[in-house]
Nanobody, 121 residues
Framework: QVQLVESGGGLVQAGGSLRLSCAAS????????MGWFRQAPGKEREFVAA????????FYADVVKGRFAISRDNAKNTVYLQMNSLKPEDTAVYYC??????????????WGQGTQVTVSS
């Protein structure tokens, strides 16, 4: 099992940047594919970005492509989401997720508690 704790959320003006972090417990973090999802009020949770076990393969939702970047540091058991050129529509609770597979997957087994990102216009 792995436990995930997100941090780095907050309030930012449109056009600004934030970097989210997700710290994972456990010694097998390096063999997990990781993902970021978000959920805005009144909306379903949506996929944002994913990264494979080694960090050599990433995948993004079209709405964030070119603005967000996912990365990981397996030595620190941490995955990051760098968010640039933020828009008010990026406002949501952001969740980190993990799956015990090396390649990027659509389904995830473990979830963090989420961190709020609010973008003001």
């Amino acid at each position: 099992q792995v436990q995930l704790v997100e941090s780095g959320g907050g309030l930012v003006q449109a056009g600004g940047s934030l970097r989210l972090s997700c710290a994972a417990s456990g010694r097998t973090f390096g063999s997990y594919a990781m993902g970021w999802f978000r959920q805005a009020p009144g909306k379903e949770r949506e996929f944002v970005a994913a990264i494979n076990w080694s960090g050599t393969n990433t995948f993004y939702a079209d709405v964030v492509k070119g603005r967000f970047a996912i990365s990981r540091d397996n030595a620190k058991n941490t995955v990051y989401l760098q968010m640039n050129s933020l828009k008010p529509e990026d406002t949501a609770v952001y969740y980190c997720a993990a799956v015990p597979r090396r390649d990027i997957r659509e389904e995830y087994d473990y979830w963090g508690q989420g961190t709020q990102v609010t973008v003001s216009s």
